[in-house]
């Protein structure tokens, strides 16, 4: 007699038994990625994107010593900063376009010099010959040495009376009847392009030394067979191969150059002569010594945006310039 308690056993799989397990929570791996880059993003808004849009809150305030201890008070400006660092009239506006013309003249001769040493030692030592390693890691000396302790080196060598400078060119070499200053001065210019040249030509060189690892050498080969001298080799095959080089290396060393402050605060200083009053240095002084960080922070606005503009300016030259060679 079969119970009526219990269904019979008939061997068919019943709805709980074919019933799948749950599926496993797989790990949401997804996030990993958000993870690795988080430290990254805070260290990018702490160090860069909230001291700038702080900054670019100052420039629109009277941010004085008056109001140093209560900034939160500091009365609002509107573009009475901007209109104080531009207006020529007054001795602020002259001062920032004295420094403005000062750094243009000093970015284009130390990346231009810098761009021809690095270009005409990374050719002469494309070809292996012996001794090529000893010259390729002294000329990167200047480049590896610390800023600090380098430019230091270079004050001691540039002082009039106990420098190593003064001592070749007045005792050794005779072309001085006197000791010229070089950190006072208009020769404080010079010291300041000769220094910057020291230590920014090796990074062209590294980067025109890698860029060349990356041409056939036969290309000069066949261009050698032609008829070719070494002139036109380098016109005609290095420098059209090192155009992304020289495109993305021209724009770093540009923005490096324009904004230099640690050589000229090193080599002079607090008090930087007008020769070699470089724009970073420049606003450093309108902030930190006349305690009007309004003023200050207006200057680097305008900086910065003088700086996007040449950027993108530069970018889309050289794109335009691309396209229209690939057509």
Not at 89 to 113: A, D, K, M, R
Not at 312 to 318: D, E, K, Q, S
Request: aromatic share 14%; no cysteine.
């Amino acid at each position: 007699m079969t119970s009526l308690t219990s269904p019979p056993d008939t061997g068919a799989p019943t709805p709980a038994d074919s019933a799948e397990p749950p599926p496993r929570r797989r790990p949401r791996r997804h996030l990993f990625p958000y993870l690795i880059i988080l430290p990254a993003v805070l260290l990018e808004l702490l160090i860069h994107i909230i001291p700038m849009v702080t900054g670019f809150w100052m420039s629109f305030v009277e941010l004085t010593k008056f109001y140093i201890r209560r900034w939160r008070e500091a009365p609002f400006a509107g573009l009475d900063n901007y209109q104080i660092a531009v207006d020529i009239n007054t001795p602020v506006g002259q001062g920032l376009l004295n420094s403005f013309l000062v750094t243009v003249g000093f970015t284009i001769l130390v990346v231009g010099l810098s761009w021809g040493l690095g270009m005409a030692a990374a050719v002469a030592l494309q070809r292996p010959f012996r001794g090529r390693g000893v010259f390729r890691t002294l000329f990167l000396i200047p480049y590896a040495l610390p800023l600090y302790a380098s430019v230091i080196t270079w004050n001691f060598m540039l002082q009039r009376d106990t420098g190593a400078v003064n001592h070749l060119l007045v005792d050794q070499l005779g072309l001085f009847d006197e000791a010229p200053f070089w950190l006072i001065g208009d020769n404080a210019f010079v010291s300041v392009v000769v220094v910057a040249i020291w230590r920014m030509w090796p990074f062209a060189f590294l980067m025109f030394m890698a860029g060349l690892q990356s041409i056939p050498g036969e290309l000069y080969e066949a261009s050698a067979m032609d008829g070719a001298t070494p002139l036109r080799q380098w016109r005609a095959v290095t420098l059209p191969m090192l155009a992304p080089v020289n495109q993305t290396m021209l724009l770093v060393m540009f923005l490096w150059v324009f904004n230099d402050f640690n050589t000229p605060y090193v080599l002079f200083g607090s008090a930087q002569p007008p020769a070699g009053d470089l724009i970073s240095f420049h606003i450093y002084n309108a902030s930190f010594l006349s305690w009007d960080f309004g003023v200050g922070s207006a200057m680097s606005v305008l900086l910065l945006l003088f700086l996007l503009v040449v950027s993108l300016a530069y970018l889309y030259f050289t794109q335009w310039k691309k396209e229209k060679t690939d057509a």
